[in-house]
């Protein structure tokens, strides 16, 4: 009697045994998510457009609301999109992607109140085409900020207030901003935003900035600025990056050097780009434009799979870094969803197929996807 309750026991606790390990390696091997996977380091973010609000791209669509939290307008909210003339805003795009993403539970960032790309010449001017003094311009900037800042209050987690100010030789950068307001235009552009919203988070926003000479040009106007009283709540990273920059040591200290001012970091426009780059061109600034040849085309038709592999290495070093400095960084965005809609199939050269992002042109996660969620799931 015992020993046949015994091997009943037995039998029994062996199939709650079996069935627990089937369970447990069955939910270990479970799909995650980046959002789920990542909640206890940073968020994760996508950049999306117009085009996914109008309902075009539905695929890329799917993917926001499983894998990300946070999403950034990629062109909306730009001042030539959202204040195309002097006397009229275009808001009906922005506020359909607020809906979409208050429906969805997504953060979303203002992306970006002043810089010199994507602003219209009018900005400059008076009525009649001459040019804008000190005081009109200040007066434009206060409205344009307020205006869009208020409109969104209390429902944009933080804006790129100043994008770009710092010019590649480290100096500020001689925009129409700098020669008809001056040097403080950054910070009025900060103090009209804080009065705006003041519960939003706001940043600067910049490429190049693993570079020393940006890095210590960007520690200094943010230093300066926090020595005028102006609070600057993070430093964006753009992250337009390559198969070779930033090495991880500049990086490493890039982030450091932000870190230590005391502000938030944040990786705000990620995409890797695997084509060739032979003029070892680095910058994200807009204008920049070279010509396509078939070198610097070479995969038109898929990417070969050694260079697959070679973006998840150089993905997951990337991720390592961020990781290390998880308790500084508190976001992380992607400039684009699937590597079809990305904005690198045209820039720096019309025209190419790069494939810069975590999901291919069927909407697939690749072996990139893979390899990010792997510097937190193998912890
Ligand atoms: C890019 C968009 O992705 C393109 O669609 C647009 O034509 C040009 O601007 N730095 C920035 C982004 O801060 O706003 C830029 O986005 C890419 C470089």
């Not at 992607?97 to 992306?111: C, D, R, T």
């Amino acid at each position: 009697m015992n020993s046949k309750f015994s091997i009943h026991a037995l039998l029994k606790c062996a199939t709650i045994c079996l069935t627990t390990v089937l369970i447990s390696t069955s939910c270990s091997k479970q799909p995650t998510t980046l959002k789920d996977a990542f909640q206890n380091y940073y968020l994760f973010g996508t950049a999306i457009n117009v085009r996914h609000i109008r309902g075009k791209l539905p695929e890329d669509m799917a993917i926001v609301m499983r894998e990300f939290n946070t999403i950034t307008p990629e062109n909306m909210l730009k001042w030539e999109k959202v204040h195309p003339e002097p006397d009229r805003f275009n808001f009906g795009p922005v506020d359909s992607m607020m809906a979409f993403a208050e429906k969805n539970g997504l953060h979303v960032i203002g992306h970006t109140l002043i810089w010199h790309s994507q602003t219209p010449g009018w900005v400059f001017k008076y009525d009649d085409g001459e040019p804008a003094t000190r005081e009109f311009l200040l007066q434009r900037m206060k409205h344009h900020i307020e205006t869009v800042v208020d409109r969104y209050k209390g429902r944009i987690l933080g804006w790129d207030v100043v994008n770009e100010a710092i010019d590649d030789n480290g100096e500020l950068r001689n925009s129409k901003w700098r020669e008809i307001i001056g040097d403080d235009y950054i910070q009025k552009a900060f103090e009209y935003a804080r009065a705006a919203d003041p519960d939003a988070q706001l940043y600067y926003n910049d490429y190049d900035m693993w570079k020393p000479v940006k890095r210590n040009a960007v520690v200094k106007l943010v230093s300066e600025l926090q020595a005028q009283g102006v609070k600057v709540d993070g430093i964006g990273l753009q992250g337009h990056w390559g198969m070779d920059y930033p090495i991880i040591s500049l990086g490493d200290s890039a982030i450091a050097a932000y870190a230590a001012l005391g502000v938030n970091v944040l990786i705000t426009e990620l995409d890797i780009s695997p084509l060739p780059n032979p003029w070892a061109f680095t910058g994200a600034d807009i204008s920049k434009r070279f010509q396509l040849t078939d070198e610097t085309n070479p995969w038109p038709n898929g990417l070969p799979d050694s260079m697959q592999t070679a973006l998840a290495d150089r993905y997951a070093e990337l991720f390592e870094l961020f990781n290390k400095y998880d308790k500084n960084i508190s976001r992380v965005t992607f400039w684009g969803v699937s590597d079809g809609m990305s904005w690198l199939n045209n820039y720096p050269i019309r025209g190419r197929t790069n494939y810069p992002l975590l999901f291919d042109r069927n909407h697939q996660p690749k072996r990139a996807y893979y390899a990010v969620l792997n510097t937190v799931l193998n912890k």
